[in-house]
């Protein structure tokens, strides 16, 4: 799985465990780009679970978010399941104001 300017893989385990760590500002100059990695990740086929690890993300627009969920969309089409770990507060913080919580596989905040 080739790392990119946008997104950095670890290939985990055998059992198609794969992390994608994302950094930065993730917003509508970055968001189809993340969305087309990780979605070209799901779709690579030695991945089974797609850990995408977002504690380095400073700053999240609606954009970028529709860009997670529309990649976690294209994962579940191809048997992939996509979850948010360890989500920065500007990520938390944004998935809680939109309710997307178990899209993401994350608990609910209260």
Same mark, same amino acid.
Not at 62 to 71: C, E, H, I, P, T
């Given at each position: 799985m080739p790392n990119d300017a946008v997104v950095t893989?670890?290939? %985990? $385990? =055998? $059992? +198609?465990l794969v992390i994608a760590v994302l950094a930065g500002e993730l917003d509508l100059d970055r968001a189809d780009a993340v969305r087309d990695s990780l979605a070209a990740a799901a779709a690579g086929g030695a991945c089974r679970y797609l850990n995408v690890d977002v504690a380095e993300v400073t700053f999240i627009d609606?954009? &970028?978010? +529709? =860009?997670? %969920?529309? &990649?976690r969309n294209t994962a579940a089409s191809h048997g992939v399941s996509l979850t948010l770990t360890n989500p920065s507060q500007p990520v938390r913080k944004a998935i809680q104001v939109t309710g997307l919580n178990h899209v993401f596989g994350l608990p609910a905040t209260s």
């Open positions: 893989y670890e290939q %985990v $385990d =055998a $059992d +198609g609606s954009y &970028a978010l +529709g =860009a997670l %969920v529309s &990649a």
